[in-house]
């Protein structure tokens, strides 16, 4: 009992470091929207949104954790041409060409907007002052990633933990008001659509990066032994997934009972945002940007030292503070574009990978079975690629009337979710293909 008390006493900074990775700006944006938007479907959205929101990162983070904590060793179990160039991708989607610009951006819309002047906000110096800041702060953080557990873990974490908790037990014990009538598709398809908008926040993308930093978080603490680096990721995982769970189930339903008090928005962050000054008034607006910053700021700092490590491992020339340096200012660059660009941009592009992150995560959990046949996983991965891919172009505006055409005759592919069922059964051949050659 003791050695249990003693584990959990020891790794729970784990746990919160990897829960402040992952809470950055979609994490926060995105829920009450689905919240507003859901509206009487609230139940059955969240459950479908915590499915990609909290589950599948779950098994991520034990997917990665198996796999010594990295992605590149994962994905070289389907061929190493594919893991140096899949591992690229996401690593560049949740790094500097996405995820991280859009801290900066969300920080700046959600943390500093408020407390602007009309004129302020039609200038272009407060945004770039405030990216400007806010990039300088993730560069000092991340240039000594062996102390981002005691700085993020022990220090920003309970912060942003009583920010949201000032606005969640308001929200629970005070309510807006009933929930809303559903919008859009969530009033036929709401557990599909909840799904898909699960991959807006990039957990999973996130949960399969997070590796490498939590592996050299254990590694700076004496931590050596391989099996004890699995349990200690597995129950990061699960503190970080309770969390999460908290912080979306709050944010939806701030959304959900928001539209009374607020009226509807296309934007969650407008949306928190008024949902913060109708329950606490200006003070909100203050409680909202303190979450907003510090949720943006540990996310960054996190994506940015993963970044640095994967390609300073694979192109060594560059150090891994010029790799961080070249980031660093690459997406403070790109955050100036602004945040309706930069959500415009990603999500077709996460429509492309995010099937095939979830198809080869799923399928390394228990492809050992196998002795990791690269049949097993080829054969999904190819079925998961090609509808994924068309998935990515449709929502690009981009549509090939033959490839689509012939798509659409798959099951769920109205709900954006066609490589699903094929994938499962391309699985199956590839076992049976992998047992037969084997005998």
Avoid at 16 to 32: E, V
Avoid at 356 to 373: E, K
Wanted: a positive charge; proline letters at 4%; glycine letters at 8%.
């Amino acid at each position: 009992m003791s050695s249990n008390k003693g584990f959990f006493k020891e790794n729970i900074a784990v746990g919160f470091m990897l829960f402040a990775l992952f809470l950055g700006a979609g994490n926060i944006i995105f829920p009450p929207l689905l919240g507003q938007q859901a509206g009487e479907q609230f139940f059955i959205s969240i459950i479908g949104f915590l499915i990609t929101g909290v589950g599948l990162p779950l098994l991520a983070i034990v997917a990665v954790a198996k796999n010594g904590g990295d992605l590149q060793i994962l994905s070289n179990q389907v061929h190493p041409i594919f893991g140096v160039i899949f591992t690229s991708i996401v690593y560049l989607s949740i790094g500097p060409f996405f995820a991280i610009p859009r801290t900066g951006a969300v920080s700046y819309n959600i943390g500093i907007t408020p407390f602007l002047t009309e004129s302020q906000l039609e200038s272009w110096v407060p945004l770039f002052i405030t990216t400007l800041i806010f990039f300088s702060v993730t560069l000092y953080l991340a240039f000594n990633p062996t102390k981002l557990v005691d700085r993020i873990g022990k220090l920003l974490t309970p912060a942003l933990l009583i920010v949201i908790l000032i606005l969640a037990v308001k929200a629970f014990v005070t309510p807006m008001g009933e929930f809303g009538a559903s919008q859009g598709n969530y009033s036929s398809h709401a557990f599909s659509e909840s799904f898909i908008q699960g991959y807006l926040t990039m957990d999973v993308l996130a949960a399969l990066v997070f590796g490498i930093v939590i592996v050299q978080a254990l590694q700076a603490r004496g931590v050596k032994d391989v099996s004890k680096q699995v349990k200690v990721s597995i129950f990061a995982g699960i503190v970080a997934a309770l969390g999460l769970s908290f912080v979306y189930i709050s944010l939806c339903y701030i959304g959900a009972t928001s539209v009374h008090a607020t009226g509807y928005y296309e934007d969650g962050g407008q949306i928190i945002a008024a949902a913060a000054k109708v329950l606490y008034g200006s003070f909100g607006n203050i409680v909202l940007s303190a979450t907003i910053i510090l949720a943006c700021l540990t996310t960054s700092v996190g994506l940015l030292s993963a970044n640095a490590t994967f390609f300073n491992r694979l192109f060594p020339k560059l150090s891994y503070k010029a790799y961080l340096i070249i980031f660093t200012v690459f997406s403070f660059a790109i955050s100036n574009v602004g945040l309706a660009k930069l959500i415009s941009i990603s999500l077709p592009v996460l429509m492309m990978i995010y099937p095939i992150a979830i198809v080869l995560m799923i399928v390394s959990l228990f492809a050992g079975r196998f002795n990791h046949a690269r049949i097993i996983y080829a054969l999904p991965l190819f079925v998961a690629t090609v509808v994924g891919l068309n998935d990515g172009l449709k929502t690009a505006g981009i549509k090939i009337a033959a490839y689509d055409n012939l798509l659409n005759l798959l099951p769920l592919q109205e709900q954006s979710l066609g490589w699903l069922i094929p994938s499962v059964i391309a699985c199956v051949i590839g076992i049976i293909i992998s047992l037969v050659s084997k005998k």
